[in-house]
T-cell receptor, first 113, second 112 residues
């Protein structure tokens, strides 16, 4: 069974649209993350979230918002998509204690046209 | 917050050579240092990690060293093979609810 799964794998959409990427983990982890990987392959954290606290990277536009319906899910909502949002978005999870392996989803390649 | 720098950005070696990738971190509170390998079109996956109470760790052809005083750690790959070609990321983090901060990645190309 896939430990961290994201949907969709590919997403092509027009500028100005609103879209969501879903993430689910079946590892029982308390902490989930969203990372953005740009064309230069830089992996930048966007959000860290557990059931108590959300940490937002201050460089992330407020058009991006995480939504967690429960401990096993952390979805990413993006409003008013821009060309520069095109990237691969990775969801990840790790135990709340931290200091251990983060498991990544397979990534969602978002293309804004 | 934590800042992680990684060098080189690209590294080309011949099959059988060794490869070394270096990272520095800024937050002395960080105590967990993993390395991830990302093959083309795939997700990053952990290959080895080290904690601050250890100076070196080996797993077959890969090893990681940590110098806490200097705040740097390195990945060593010996007897490289073409399948080692990938992007490698270092990261630094800690216990508690704390994010992993990744380096900028090193694209390793191993030529036959």
């Amino acid at each position: 069974d896939t430990a961290v799964s994201q949907t969709p794998k590919y997403l092509v959409t027009q500028m100005g649209n609103d879209k969501s990427i879903k993430c689910e983990q079946n590892l029982g982890h308390d902490t989930m993350y969203w990372y953005k990987q740009d064309s230069k392959k830089f992996l930048k954290i966007m959000f860290s979230y557990n059931n108590k606290e959300l940490i937002i990277n201050e460089t992330v536009p407020n058009r991006f918002s995480p939504k967690s319906p429960d401990k096993a899910h952390l979805n990413l909502h993006i409003n008013s998509l821009e060309l520069g949002d095109s990237a691969v978005y990775f969801c990840a999870s790790s135990p709340v204690e931290g200091g251990t392996e983060a498991f990544f989803g397979q990534g969602t390649r978002l293309t804004v046209v | 917050g934590e800042n992680v720098e990684q060098h080189p950005s690209t590294l080309s070696v011949q099959e059988g050579d060794s490869a070394v990738i270096k990272c520095t971190y800024s937050d002395s509170a960080s105590n967990y240092f993993p390395w991830y390998k990302q093959e083309l079109g795939k997700r990053p996956q952990l290959i080895i990690d080290i904690r601050s109470n250890v100076g070196e760790k080996k797993d077959q052809r890969i090893a990681v060293t940590l110098n806490k005083t200097a705040k740097h750690f390195s990945l060593h790959i010996t007897e490289t093979q073409p399948e080692d070609s990938a992007v490698y990321f270092c990261a630094a983090g800690g216990t508690g609810f704390q994010k992993l901060v990744f380096g900028t990645g090193t694209r390793l190309l191993v030529s036959p």
